[in-house]
Structure formats: structure tokens, C-alpha cells
């Protein structure tokens, strides 16, 4: 089955493919990644940015529902995304723990 690649917000991409390079420089991978573009990484690597990116987005989101904050500051991310969070939420509805 082909994977979907539209984003549910369109106005969401600019901030995550800003997110996903921020988390590509903590992996220490960003100058590669620039070098060799993200078609050539190995599947490794994707699955460790795209690993840490969705940690961190259900860790920004959970601690929005708590009402704390959370060390992670995600909210350009969130914003541009919000419409696609409150669907997630919707499906995801107590499974996530």
C-alpha cells in the first residue's frame, strides 16, 4: 500500500523540516544529511530522527493536556499542526501510555 506523504496541514512542513534538521544536528548526523541529502541516509538514521521527533511531539503534547511544560519547546510545531494533533487525539484516545 503507497504511503500518503500530504501533510494534513500544509502550513505544517516549513516547521517540521525545520524540527527534523534541529533533531538531525542533536544526532550529530546534520552535516551529513546536507551533504548527501535525505534520499541517501541510511533507513537508520531517518528512523532515529523521525523516532526522536515523534517522542518528542507526544511528550510536548501530553504535557499540554497536564497543563505543565515541558522541557521541549515545540510550539511552531504545534501550532502550524494543531488540526492534526486534535484528530490524533481523537484516534489515539487512551491508548497512548
Do not use: H
Not at 51 to 64: D, H, L, N
Amino acid at each position: 500500500m503507497p504511503r500518503n506523504k500530504r501533510l494534513a496541514n500544509p502550513n505544517a512542513e516549513n516547521a517540521l523540516d525545520q524540527f527534523k534538521m534541529e533533531v538531525a544536528s542533536e544526532l550529530g548526523i546534520a552535516d551529513k544529511v546536507r551533504q548527501s541529502g535525505w534520499q541517501n541516509m541510511s533507513s537508520a538514521d531517518c528512523g532515529r530522527v523521525g523516532g526522536t521527533m515523534v517522542r518528542r511531539m507526544i511528550e510536548s503534547y501530553e504535557s499540554k493536556l497536564a497543563g505543565t511544560s515541558s522541557n521541549v519547546d515545540l510550539s511552531n510545531v504545534m501550532t502550524a499542526s494543531k488540526d492534526v494533533n486534535n484528530d490524533y487525539a481523537r484516534q489515539t484516545q487512551g491508548t497512548l501510555r
